[in-house]
């Protein structure tokens, strides 16, 4: 995780395989460290591995995304927007929309 958030792209290649799907005490794995860090590279590499994993409070990686890796996220994993908080955080549109609606 922390070769992830640091964008160690070679130390994140190497430890794949034994250190994948690993979570912290607050359920962050290495994709959202390397999401949140806006890490392009540890993010692709990660992704086949911890797409879709979520931490305590329901968020994947998508919602921790920042600059290019929001972009790559929003193509790869569903959003989990559970109010209007979250869809404008993560960026969804249609949830925006829907939890916007619902306020008026």
Do not use: P
């Not at 607050?26 to 999401?35: F, P, R, S």
Request: charged share 35%.
């Amino acid at each position: 995780m922390a070769a992830a958030a640091c964008g160690n792209h070679e130390c994140v290649k190497l430890l794949l395989d034994q250190e994948a799907g690993m979570q912290d005490d607050e359920g962050m794995t290495a994709l959202m460290k390397a999401a949140v860090n806006n890490k392009k590279d540890c993010v692709i590499l990660l992704l086949e591995k911890e797409k879709g994993m979520v931490d305590k409070d329901g968020h994947n990686a998508r919602w921790y995304a920042k600059g290019e890796c929001k972009d790559i996220l929003k193509k790869e994993e569903e959003c989990v927007c559970k109010n209007l908080f979250d869809a404008v955080h993560s960026d969804c549109e249609t949830h925006c929309e829907k939890f916007a609606n619902q306020v008026k």
